[in-house]
């Protein structure tokens, strides 16, 4: 059971908009630590999507963005395309567990 | 251009301690600015940290692996390493290092590893 909720699955059609949220509480998101976004294709490692909440590094298209609201933050995906299909995580630090902590996973599908 | 490679066995007996080491090429580990951290992911699951360690040789772990975890880093080799003792089929996972930066806003990775898969099984 993941510290961060997420939800297991999205879908979308190529060309559409999709969000994945992510759930904390007082000891994480709403502490006010960044949340930061993965994106992990098949058999590969996790790669940085998102960093600091909203940024994204030099190489990520800018239909990757994400933004935080209270504790909920989500990253939103536009212009779906079928390599998107992956799955993705996010992550924070929990100040009660004194650890780093991921949410589950949201395995995107492009239908 | 960072990278970093994991190395070690990929096949643990139950009981026995798991011994991976992360070589990371492209830049200096003795860097000040980052940590260096091994996460790993039970296959079909979620990723779980294990640890970091930074170049002074301050450690900190998972607390719910603490008791079994040691993470250590040779920086005449550019290196850093986990060892995980007791280790029974729960730990069967893909291990992952990663290069971690650390702000007082809480860290991210930047740079992974492809990660190795270490099964324990008798």
């Known amino acids: 059971q993941s510290v961060l909720t997420q939800p297991p699955s999205v879908s979308g059609a190529p060309g559409q908009r999709v969000t994945i949220s992510c759930t904390g509480s007082?000891?994480?998101?709403?502490?006010?630590?960044?949340i930061h976004w993965y994106r992990q294709l098949p058999g590969t490692a996790p790669k940085l999507l998102i960093y600091g909440n909203s940024n994204r590094p030099s190489g990520v298209p800018d239909r990757f963005s994400a933004s935080r609201s209270g504790t909920s933050p989500s990253l939103a995906i536009t212009g779906l395309q079928a390599e998107d299909e992956a799955d993705y995580y996010c992550?924070?630090?929990?100040?009660?567990?004194?650890?780093?902590?991921f949410g589950g996973g949201t395995k995107l599908t492009v239908l | 251009q960072v990278q970093l490679q994991e190395s070690g066995p990929g096949l643990e007996k139950p009981s026995q301690t798991l011994s991976l080491t992360c070589t990371v090429s492209g830049g200096s580990i003795s860097s000040g600015r980052y940590y260096w951290s091994w996460i790993r992911q039970p296959a079909g699951k979620g990723l779980e940290w294990i640890g970091r360690i930074y170049i002074s040789g301050s450690t900190n772990y998972n607390p719910s692996l603490k008791s079994r975890v040691t993470i250590s880093v040779d920086t005449s080799k550019n290196q850093f390493s986990l060892k995980l003792s007791s280790v029974t089929a729960a730990d069967t996972a893909v291990y992952y290092c990663?290069?971690?930066?650390?702000?007082?806003?809480?860290?991210?990775?930047?740079?992974w590893g492809q990660g190795t898969l270490v099964t324990v099984s008798s």
């Open positions: 992550q924070s630090y929990d100040s009660s567990l004194s650890a780093v902590v």
């Open positions: 007082s000891s994480n998101i709403g502490a006010g630590y960044d």
């Open positions: 990663a290069r971690g930066r650390w702000l007082q806003s809480g860290p991210h990775f930047d740079y």
